[in-house]
């Protein structure tokens, strides 16, 4: 994979927080920012990732999808995200197009796709499938906090750490809507 991570890697305590209610007040403020930022360039902007989820326990790092008509084509929303205050952490040609901005108080992530993209509707199932399943949010969390424990060279690497039951919630989410409930 040709990842570019602008800044190198970067060691960070992986903290695991009871849920906050106040995380979809952030989002929509964030929202609001990215809205007026990319205007009609922003075709969709979901909370996603563990903050998205009320009652689950998160790093205290708020994850939006926003999908653009073209990712990898970064004149036409780089520039306006930078103004908003955003900055660019990730580089991802070869997956998706993917590009990553956070906030410089690193409260905030933003996952930038086009439309189509596999991986916004696996993000949204798999918040989807949290939500309304406490038995996989449950089963989320003691994996998410037990991980939160051990000692990781970066954030990339508890992720990894943390795919196979994210696959697996998935995986039931996939099957759950292609079966109905």
Not at 85 to 112: C, K, N, S
Request: hydrophobic content about 40%.
């Amino acid at each position: 994979m040709n990842e570019v991570l602008i800044g190198g890697i970067e060691k960070r305590e992986i903290v695991i927080v009871d849920y906050d209610p106040r995380w979809p007040r952030e989002f929509r403020r964030h929202a609001e920012i990215l809205a007026c930022a990319l205007g009609r360039r922003a075709l969709a902007i979901e909370h996603v990732g563990s903050t998205s989820v009320p009652g689950l326990a998160a790093k205290p790092i708020i994850d939006i999808d926003v999908l653009v008509e073209d990712s990898s084509e970064e004149a036409t929303y780089l520039p306006a995200l930078v103004q908003a205050g955003y900055v660019l952490r990730v580089r991802e040609p070869d997956w998706h197009q993917h590009r990553m901005f956070r906030t410089p108080e690193r409260d905030a992530h933003l996952h930038i796709f086009s439309p189509g993209c596999v991986e916004v509707t696996r993000h949204l199932a798999f918040r989807d499938r949290l939500r309304r399943n406490v038995e996989d949010r449950l089963l989320y969390e003691s994996v998410k906090r037990k991980l939160a424990t051990e000692d990781w060279p970066d954030m990339n690497a508890y992720a990894r750490a943390k795919s196979e039951v994210v696959e697996e919630i998935i995986a039931r989410a996939l099957r759950e809507a292609q079966d109905g409930p």
